[in-house]
Nanobody, 121 residues
Framework: VQLQASGGGLVQAGGSLRLSCAAS????????MGWFRQPPGKEREFVAV????????RYVDSVNGRFTISRDNAKNTVYLQMNSLKPEDTAVYYC???????????????WGQGTLVTVSS
């Protein structure tokens, strides 16, 4: 599956953004979909994951209650709604598809190109 992330941009602290990740291929609905991010000068980190049927979701503690991951299997798209953004959320955000429901990046086989989110204070 090929992934294309979009929706990043510049936003003030406290604002919101919605990231989208469009997938090509017929097997999207069988994949666990994750969002990861890489802040400037830091390693890539897990943000959120959603199971194939969207029954299960999981978030890193720092975004729990502010971010929501969702998916529309009919549109082959996964979303990340980000509210109450903070400057520390500034990062390149990546979507990923994998066979396992995991918070670990190496569990994901397919990655999008990344979209930059910048949160100003």
């Amino acid at each position: 599956v090929q992934l294309q992330a979009s929706g990043g941009g510049l936003v003030q602290a406290g604002g919101s953004l919605r990231l989208s990740c469009a997938a090509s291929g017929r097997s999207f609905s069988s994949y666990n979909m994750g969002w990861f991010r890489q802040p400037p000068g830091k390693e890539r980190e897990f943000v959120a994951v959603v199971s194939p049927s969207a029954i299960s979701t999981r978030y890193v503690d720092s975004v729990n209650g502010r971010f929501t991951i969702s998916r529309d299997n009919a549109k082959n798209t996964v979303y990340l709604q980000m509210n109450s953004l903070k400057p520390e959320d500034t990062a390149v955000y990546y979507c990923a598809a994998g066979r396992y429901y995991s918070t670990v990046s190496r569990a994901y086989d397919n990655w999008g190109q990344g979209t930059l989110v910048t949160v100003s204070s």
